[in-house]
Nanobody
Framework: QVQLVESGGGLVQAGGSLRLSCATSGRTFSTLDTGWFRQAPGKEREFVAGRSWRGSTTRYADSVKGRFTISREYAKNTVYLQMNSLKPEDTAVYYC???????????????WGQGTQVTVSS
C-alpha cells in the first residue's frame, strides 16, 4: 500500500509560482509512474503532468506546457510539481497520483492523495 500526501498549495497572485510536493509513505514508489491532476469547481478532474518511473517519459497538458514541471526526488520518495507563471484558470484542487500507468495521461493510477488547494488571484 502507498499513501500520498500533497502539500505546498496556497494563494498566489497571477504570474507567481508555487511548488507542490507529494510525499509518500508505505511501500516505496520508486518503480511507480506518477502524475498530477487537478479539479476546478464544477469541472471534471483533468490531467496536468505525468512522469514515468524511469524518468524517460514526461507528459504535460497543453494548458500547462512550458510553465509546469514534474520531477521526483528518489531519496525522499517525493514527487514535485513546479508551477510558474500561474494564471487564474490554474485555480483548482491538485491531486498527486501513483501507480503502474504507462499511458500517464489517463486516470488509471492505483493510488491518490487527498488534494491541495491552489488559488491564483488576478
Amino acid at each position: 500500500q502507498v499513501q500520498l500526501v500533497e502539500s505546498g498549495g496556497g494563494l498566489v497572485q497571477a504570474g507567481g509560482s508555487l511548488r507542490l510536493s507529494c510525499a509518500t509513505s508505505g511501500r516505496t514508489f520508486s518503480t511507480l509512474d506518477t502524475g498530477w491532476f487537478r479539479q476546478a469547481p464544477g469541472k471534471e478532474r483533468e490531467f496536468v503532468a505525468g512522469r514515468s518511473w524511469r524518468g524517460s517519459t514526461t507528459r504535460y497538458a497543453d494548458s500547462v506546457k512550458g510553465r509546469f514541471t514534474i520531477s521526483r526526488e528518489y531519496a525522499k520518495n517525493t514527487v514535485y510539481l513546479q508551477m510558474n507563471s500561474l494564471k487564474p484558470e490554474d485555480t483548482a484542487v491538485y491531486y498527486c497520483a501513483a501507480g503502474t500507468n504507462p499511458v500517464l495521461v489517463t486516470q488509471a493510477y492505483d493510488y491518490w492523495g487527498q488534494g491541495t488547494q491552489v488559488t491564483v488571484s488576478s
